[in-house]
């Protein structure tokens, strides 16, 4: 039942303005991991495998929180969900820029994921204070600030690591972002409950930079697809919140990860690691039992029967493995000193080495969208895992200079921007209407798990191939992780030639 509400206050420029800096603000505290990882790992004492696990944190987050917060967007108000999401971001945010040691590192990163659900938010407010063919424009000019933002976090985070410490690298955008949810909190009006029952659909597409996350848009909760690597969930309909299966997701993504980071220690600690796979396999079988019985599911495993769905999942999952390594493996690659067989580049320099491939991503899922249109998503799928396919097997073999990682690493950001957006189209014009939320939320789930196994393989490889009393892997360990994330990425081309053509008259 719709609630019956004043009509909403028209909103104006400056309030637009206040979001757009939280976009910025937003989008750069999510980027400043990537480019300074290496310089994290050492200061911290960091293996591979547990600078693996800190890059996906924000991701893993951000998968459980986004349908959660655009569920109470709808049912209780975006504005209010917004604010007290970015509070939870601000404490991460402190904690990341005051801690001393790995796990309060981890923790503050776990808090900045909450950052996920505020551009969806971002999203629902528009809508709701301007007439649909402004808040298009709104919508725009929001997704692209967030854009800029992960590039300015990419770039700046080195000099300012390097030049102040690591934790003013944190502290400078979490204070950007405290003032910017001042100002949104000042400025822009209550929007009333979409509906008084949390239910609603939402459906869209968006972009997303470097580690950044994606966002849709919708009348319910929006779904959402990045071209760089993150994450973007959706619900579908239903009457409440699905408690159990958020918190059997979260134990089951966890304890994975704890499974990956552990593996290359398997012979010295075999009875953690039996034992970690055990509570894996519990949480793993409560969370499918739950999902099947709950009457709003956080994700609707009925769908996974629809072969239009299924094969976007096991594409969207192998895609992003091959991704993953490239994302991981090529900034630790030229962190490698030069007296070895790397580069010795320090944080500043990754973060300019890493600029063409996040705008790569950015461009990505505009030309994703406009070939599916013209040529079909089959035929956009099958370009975008060849050429990253190529690249990464061209990395395995030659890597010895600088551009050849850099424009690697900007073909396979292009090259798994338009299967993602390619992909996330088909599958949401090849199901109904009513259900396009649900199964492009499986989509997006399954991406996070792709990333984050795809890192945390690349990051136990590169511990594992770590001679004892070296802090330098051996090179044929990255020439292991790039031939893995190519293989498996070439592989999906077996499934996608299964895909309808999908082009759109």
């Known amino acids: 039942m719709t609630a019956t509400t004043a009509p909403p206050i028209r909103i104006g420029k400056s309030a637009v303005a206040a979001l757009g800096l939280l976009a910025v603000a937003t989008g750069a505290l999510e980027s400043v991991v990537a480019p300074t990882l290496p310089l994290l790992q050492r200061e911290l004492d960091m293996s591979p495998a547990e600078g693996a696990l800190l890059s996906i944190m924000l991701l893993i987050t951000g998968a459980l929180v986004t349908p959660v917060a655009g569920k109470f967007g709808d049912r209780y108000g975006g504005k209010r969900v917004m604010v007290r999401l970015m509070a939870v971001v601000g404490v991460g945010g402190l904690l990341s820029s005051l801690a001393p040691n790995l796990p309060v590192l981890l923790l503050g990163q776990l808090l900045q994921g909450a950052m996920v659900g505020a551009l969806p938010l971002s999203f629902i407010l528009v809508r709701a204070h301007l007439p649909e063919g402004e808040s298009k424009v709104a919508i725009g000019v929001v997704s692209g600030l967030f854009v800029a933002g992960g590039m300015a976090g990419t770039l700046s985070a080195g000099p300012v690591a390097e030049g102040l410490s690591r934790h003013w690298m944190f502290a400078l955008p979490t204070l950007a972002v405290i003032g910017a949810t001042l100002l949104v909190n000042r400025l822009m009006p209550q929007d009333p409950p979409a509906r008084s029952d949390g239910t609603g659909t939402g459906t869209g597409t968006g972009t997303g930079t470097g580690t950044g996350v994606g966002a849709g848009t919708g009348t319910g909760t929006g779904t959402g697809a990045g071209t760089g690597t993150g994450a973007g969930v959706g619900a579908g ?206 989509v997006l789930v399954t991406r996070v798990l792709g990333y984050a196994v795809g890192m945390q393989v690349c990051g136990a490889i590169l511990t594992a191939g770590t001679p004892s009393g070296s802090e330098v892997p051996a090179e044929s360990a990255f020439v292991t992780g790039f031939v893995l994330a190519g293989a498996v990425t070439a592989l999906s081309l077996f499934v996608a030639r299964t895909m309808s053509k999908g082009v759109t008259e």
């Open 237 to 442: 309909t239903g009457t409440g919140i699905d408690w159990p299966g958020l918190a059997l997701l979260s134990g089951t993504l966890i304890t994975l990860m704890l499974v990956l980071q552990l593996a290359p220690e398997a012979g010295s600690q075999p009875l953690a690691l039996g034992a970690l796979v055990v509570v894996l396999a519990a949480f793993v079988t409560g969370w499918i039992a739950v999902e099947r019985r709950a009457a709003s599911p956080l994700v609707d495993l009925h769908m996974l029967a629809r072969p239009a769905v299924w094969k976007s999942c096991v594409l969207t999952f192998m895609i992003c493995v091959g991704t993953s390594g490239a994302l991981y493996l090529v900034p630790q690659l030229f962190d490698v000193p030069t007296d070895a067989y790397g580069f010795g580049a320090g944080a500043t320099e990754i973060g300019f080495f890493l600029l063409p491939g996040t705008v790569a991503a950015s461009v990505a899922g505009p030309l994703g969208g406009m070939g599916a249109r013209r040529f079909g998503s089959r035929a956009v799928v099958t370009a975008g895992i060849v050429l990253m396919a190529a690249s990464l097997l061209a990395l395995a073999a030659v890597h010895t200079e600088i551009w050849h990682l850099v424009a690697g690493k900007a073909a396979i950001a292009l090259g798994n921007g338009l299967c993602v957006t390619a992909m996330v189209t088909s599958t949401a014009t090849s199901v109904e209407h009513s259900d396009t939320g649900i199964a492009t939320s499986l």
